[in-house]
């Protein structure tokens, strides 16, 4: 991997369902080519290699369409995502979204909806952007309900660089406090980039 340190992101992804085993994934992206930042690679805790992603459109605004591709003697997989800063998507966008798919040959037969409405266990959560200075942070909110019987909440406040001015992660903290999201619990990432 080429030397990406100055430009480190934090990513987490929020539990999942497999079999009858809740799990979750943690990594760290981190851009492998500066002049490429829509290109980069995670690396998952507890997996040895990493995994390719690329912003393969986004509107920096409502829609953001991401895309994953790994093989090797005995596997191929692709993944992509159609994702939305609401959680629900006008048609116009989602047509737009498969269209766009369909023009770069990334067969879209396969992708589900997700399902936002917190009702149940599904292997997807809905994310909201709290907040976000489309240079330097963004804020993240997930909640899913389990069973109905209790809940799971995920914050993140991410940014573009290894860290943020301690000014700025007070003001993240600040807004989370005011929507009535703890913060005791959070915990910084380790932003070393594994070769």
């Known amino acids: 991997m ?26 760290i992206a981190c851009i492998v080519n500066k002049h490429e930042p829509a290109k980069f690679e995670i690396s998952f805790k507890k997996v040895p290699s990493t995994s390719p992603y690329w912003v393969l459109y986004t509107d920096y605004e409502n829609l953001a369409i ?11 997989q692709e993944k992509v995502w159609i994702l939305g800063r609401s959680s629900k998507l006008s048609h116009r966008k ?5 269209d766009f798919l369909k023009e770069a040959g990334i067969n879209t ?6 399902d936002q409405s917190c009702s149940k266990i ?5 994310y909201w952007v709290l907040s976000t200075d489309y240079s330097n942070y963004t804020i993240v909110y ?23 001015a301690p000014a700025q ?26 070769d």
């Open 2 to 27: 080429a030397d990406a340190r100055p430009d480190i992101a934090h990513l987490a992804f929020s539990e999942t369902k497999e079999g009858h085993k809740l799990v979750s994934a943690e990594g």
């Open 66 to 76: 991401v895309y994953s591709c790994t093989s090797s003697w005995f596997h191929y």
């Open 94 to 98: 989602i047509h737009f979204a498969f």
């Open 109 to 114: 037969k396969c992708l589900i909806a997700a």
């Open 122 to 126: 599904t292997p997807y959560s809905p």
């Open 142 to 164: 997930s909640c899913t309900d389990v069973l109905r019987v209790f809940h799971v909440e995920f914050a993140w406040i991410l940014s573009r660089a290894p860290s943020l």
């Open 169 to 194: 992660l007070q003001s993240a903290k600040d807004l989370l406090v005011s929507e009535g999201i703890g913060v005791s619990g959070m915990k910084p990432t380790d932003q070393s980039c594994r």
